[in-house]
């Protein structure tokens, strides 16, 4: 059969020719017509986004993507990219709308678009100097150029990694072998299945969920974790951080590490950063700084509320997160870079002990990933085309609507706010304002974010505080206005209205009923 009678068969002049779709000097047409055709329609999208989501529900959008035959390809890139904008462009999240106030996901700078389309055509792997060449060169660079935003020291080193989450692993890996590494020399067992039991990582009771997983991960279970009060305004209390350690002690137990919070994930709180470092100096305790979202403070000009953070041993930072990068760009770094050995491990394949190129600048000895991609470069052309000032004065301009939303909703007798905020997110709850319904506050707050989610008219998150609902604003996009705000507290309070007027009209047909 002839490829052109085959129904739904490939018909193209490029689809016929596996040889074609390699990227290479002799298909550069076909590359440059690809990629035109790829971002003429992103932009056609982009301009046409009028609400962060469209509010389909998973079962509708799976049946159209379980629909697809995936063992024949359409006609052509066209074709592809239709179906694409049907079962995924169509309906995507859109974090670049002013009212999409969901999670820390932020829209992104063209600068770091550019350098995702880099990095993937050129596939550089950032584990050897062999594959890489320049892109390790420049990963370095920036790695010392956040090193010293972070004051951590000329001795300071690190990597990129593919998240927060990554990043406060390999921290907390490192905490744990050196602490280990110590005990080693003061106790009468350097066996690690005897050692691991007795450590504990203290950190705050609203820290991120990835240093409970990293402790299990760690081989050291969830138990290890030991939660530390926090204050109204949902920073660390060093009284009672003391008091677990010296707890610890008694019990036999070792006090791994203190993770401190630069900017929690629900409350953007900044743990008291140079209390915390006295007190490790102290006792002798690895401290980690998880700055996976507070990170954009060290281009802004609050970068005060990062100070102590140079007394860190290890600190976690996501320029996905306040720098606005495109997933992934993350980094861990540490003070002491003779720590980063603790992640090292040789193949005689890729970076042989004592082989020739031992002095080979191998980022694969200090990563806990093998191949990676050179997100590094997407910062780079970030800070060449903008310049850090520009991209902290972005993340300033959330911090300040964030400031100005919490007078409007203080004000504002529907909306109980939990703290002040700190960095940009807000935890609230709608409450009736003539107190009526106690009971369904819960219920009112879930309904809510699901009415708005589902009508896609503004995305908002959820949390709970002590065990009740609240919803959470997080604001990444410094498009969003406070008329944007307003008018989604307007949404908000809309929908909670009529919930509790359904429930009334309810109430009172079960009262006629009977
Ligand atoms: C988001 C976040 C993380 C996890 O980072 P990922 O990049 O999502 O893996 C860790 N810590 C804090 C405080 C965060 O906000």
Redesign the pocket.
């Known amino acids: 059969m002839d490829s052109a009678d085959r129904p739904n068969g490939p018909q193209s002049e490029y689809a016929t020719d596996r040889r074609s779709h390699l990227l290479n000097g002799s298909t550069v047409e076909h590359y440059l017509r690809s990629m035109t055709q790829c971002i003429e329609r992103l932009a056609s999208r982009f301009a046409d986004v009028d609400r962060p989501f469209s509010g389909i529900s998973a079962p509708q959008l799976d049946a159209a993507i379980s629909g697809i035959d995936l063992q024949r390809p359409v006609a052509d890139t066209a074709a592809a990219l239709d179906e694409l904008g049907h079962i995924y462009l169509r309906d995507a999240v859109y974090f670049h709308h002013p009212r999409y106030l969901g999670h820390?996901n932020c829209p992104v700078v063209i600068p770091a678009v550019l350098g995702e389309a880099f990095l993937s055509s050129i596939n550089s792997s950032l584990d050897t100097w062999d594959q890489s060449a320049g892109g390790t060169l420049i990963e370095r660079r920036l790695i010392q150029w956040t090193a010293a935003h972070l004051d951590l020291g000329d001795a300071a080193d690190g990597v990129f990694t593919?998240?927060?989450?990554?990043?406060?692993l390999q921290a907390l890996l490192i905490a744990r072998d050196e602490t280990c590494a110590g005990l080693a020399r003061t106790v009468l067992t350097s066996r690690k299945s005897e050692l691991l039991p007795r450590l504990r990582i203290l950190t705050s009771e609203v820290?991120?969920f990835?240093?409970a997983t990293s402790a299990a991960l760690l081989g050291l279970g969830r138990e290890a974790v030991i939660s530390v009060p926090t204050d109204q305004d949902k920073r660390l209390r060093t009284d009672d951080l003391v008091r677990e350690v010296d707890r610890c002690r008694q019990d036999g137990l070792v006090p791994m590490a203190v993770v401190a919070?630069?900017?929690?994930?629900d409350f953007g709180s900044i743990d008291p950063l140079h209390q915390i470092a006295d007190i490790c100096a102290q006792e002798g305790i690895w401290m980690h700084v998880?700055?996976?979202?507070?990170c954009g403070l060290l281009v802004s000009r609050r970068r005060d509320l990062l100070d102590g953070i140079g007394r860190a041993d290890s600190v976690?930072v996501?320029f996905?997160?306040s720098f606005f990068q495109p997933?992934?760009s993350?980094a861990v770094l540490v003070r002491d870079r003779s720590m980063l050995a603790h992640v090292t491990y040789h193949a005689n394949y890729l970076n042989p002990a004592g082989g020739s190129d031992t002095h080979a600048p191998n980022q694969v000895d200090k990563s806990l990933q093998t191949t990676r991609r050179f997100d590094a470069l997407k910062l780079w052309l970030t800070l060449r085309i903008m310049g850090p000032d520009m991209v902290g004065a972005l993340f300033d301009d959330v911090v300040d609507l964030a400031a100005a939303t919490w007078r409007l909703m203080a004000d504002d007798p529907r909306f109980e706010v939990v703290t002040q905020p700190q960095l940009s997110t807000l935890v609230f709850r709608y409450v009736p304002p003539d107190g009526s319904h106690p009971d369904l506050v819960d219920e009112v707050n879930l309904y809510v974010r699901q009415a708005l989610l589902s009508s896609g008219e503004a995305v908002v998150a959820a949390t709970t505080v002590d065990g009740a609902h609240y919803l959470k604003f997080t604001l990444l996009n410094p498009q969003t206005s406070l008329d944007d705000i307003a008018d989604v507290l307007g949404l908000i309070a809309g929908h909670a209205e009529e919930f509790l007027s359904d429930t009334d009209d309810r109430g009172k047909t079960r009262v006629e009923a009977s």
């Not at 593919?162 to 406060?168: E, R, V, W």
């Not at 998880?290 to 507070?294: I, L």
Request: hydrophobic share 20%; net charge negative; no cysteine.
């Open positions: 820390l593919s998240g927060g989450t990554q990043s406060n820290s991120h990835s240093i919070t630069a900017g929690t994930t998880d700055a996976a979202y507070g976690t996501d996905h997160k997933v992934s993350s």
